[in-house]
T-cell receptor, first 117, second 110 residues
Framework: DGGITQSPKYLFRKEGQNVTLSCEQN?????MYWYRQDPGQGLRLIYY???????QKGDIAEGYSVSREKKESFPLTVTSAQKNPTAFYLC????????????????FGAGSRLTVL | DAKTTQPPSMDCAEGRAANLPCNHS???????VYWYRQIHSQGPQYIIH???NNETNEMASLIITEDRKSSTLILPHATLRDTAVYYC???????????FGTGTRLQVFP
């Protein structure tokens, strides 16, 4: 079955360490997204990418970095510069980005829960 | 992107219709209305979207007012598994990102 796989599901990190969250999709989607969710809150956009080797900052990109070397993969690195990294991280993808509203339906992964000790 | 306003929480009896409202009074002509839901500790799930006509699929119906300033998501026969947070999102034609608010927490009770 096609879908989005996020790993790890749970991750613990010591302060000052970088950590990378994996996101892989086999849906042949062009666009991929990373969101952050804090308890009781909605989703906030971190980064998004419409095509390989291109990505844009979302609303809360500080302290995060991404790469898009392959269509299927969009890993997110939470750096030590992120002051409050404990959160639920969600990766999503869609068929197309700008200019295709009917096709811009997002498919989400199951999420990765990061806890800083 | 137009801002949306949703009630923070709603209750619904199992088997009854759940009607979730959304106000988007600043919506512009080329902006679509999308609905997603998120069951606790899972990723959001797409439900339905529309521009100006009412839409129906196997999950729900979407009713958009004629002036497009508000919409209602209808779950015709709510079940306990429909308990979730429901997000109403308005997205512009020339915008390539979805902005999620805090949504409506729907509690379906037996």
């Amino acid at each position: 079955d096609g879908g989005i796989t996020q790993s790890p599901k749970y991750l613990f990190r010591k302060e000052g360490q970088n950590v990378t969250l994996s996101c892989e999709q086999n849906l042949n989607h062009d666009a991929m997204y990373w969101y952050r969710q804090d308890p009781g809150q909605g989703l906030r956009l971190i980064y998004y990418s419409q095509i390989v080797n291109d990505f844009q900052k979302g609303d809360i990109a500080e302290g995060y970095s991404v790469s898009r070397e392959k269509k299927e993969s969009f890993p997110l690195t939470v750096t030590s510069a992120q002051k409050n990294p404990t959160a639920f991280y969600l990766c999503a993808s869609s068929i197309a980005g700008q200019g295709a509203p009917g096709a811009n339906v997002l498919t989400f992964g199951a999420g990765s829960r990061l806890t800083v000790l | 992107d137009a801002k949306t306003t949703q009630p923070p929480s709603m209750d619904c009896a199992e088997g009854r219709a759940a009607n979730l409202p959304c106000n988007h009074s600043t919506i512009s002509g080329n902006e679509y209305v999308y609905w997603y839901r998120q069951i606790h500790s899972q990723g959001p799930q797409y439900i339905i979207h529309g521009l100006k006509n009412n839409e129906t699929n196997e999950m729900a119906s979407l009713i958009i007012t004629e002036d497009r300033k508000s919409s209602t998501l209808i779950l015709p026969h709510a079940t306990l598994r429909d308990t979730a947070v429901y997000y109403c999102i308005v997205r512009g034609y020339n915008t390539d990102k979805l902005i999620f608010g805090t949504g409506t927490r729907l509690q379906v009770f037996p």
